[in-house]
């Protein structure tokens, strides 16, 4: 140890540690309001309760929040102020309208077409460049997603007109 390190005591994230309370509060509330707000559709038979996914995200919340917690406690390094560009405040408002098409279109066109378009101009509007790869992306996660839900957790996808 240097000379004046004895007994520095590190301050607290505190815009991690409001971020991790966040996170916490939202997986809490998700707990709590999937009994009255998560109902069985009587036409859609599953095998998994349609609470299944709401849970796993509310799980997922609270641990992404608790780790942030001991982040946060862990101290922290002085960091640069950041600042809004507007390219990045164009991304995301681009990223949110794509968003609403996607979610206008997803019922009409089916999961997989939409997906696969969507995925793709994600790719590109974020910085993927290899055409390859965008396209293998853009194919087999919507593919997987989909048999993942059909198959394993009994849950229908809109098939839509295309698929």
Do not use: N
Not at 74 to 99: D, N, P
Not at 113 to 120: E, N
């Amino acid at each position: 140890m240097a000379q004046g390190e004895i007994g520095v005591v590190k301050q607290p994230d505190w815009q991690r540690l409001a971020e991790a309370v966040v996170f916490i509060l939202i997986g809490v509330a998700i707990l709590l309001l999937i009994p009255s707000q998560v109902a069985a559709t009587p036409s859609v038979r599953t095998r998994t309760s349609p609470a299944f996914i709401p849970r796993v995200v509310a799980v997922l919340l609270i641990a992404a929040g608790v780790a942030m917690l001991v982040v946060a406690f862990a101290g922290r390094e002085k960091q640069k102020q950041a600042t809004f560009e507007r390219q990045g405040t164009m991304r995301v408002v681009a990223a949110m309208l794509l968003l609403l098409a996607y979610s206008m279109l997803f019922a009409t066109v089916g999961f997989v077409v939409t997906s696969a378009l969507f995925l793709a101009v994600f790719s590109v509007m974020f910085g993927a460049r290899s055409v390859f790869k965008i396209a293998a992306a853009a194919v087999c996660v919507p593919i997987v997603v989909w048999l993942l839900f059909e198959y394993v957790f009994r849950v229908p996808l809109p098939h839509g007109l295309l698929f």
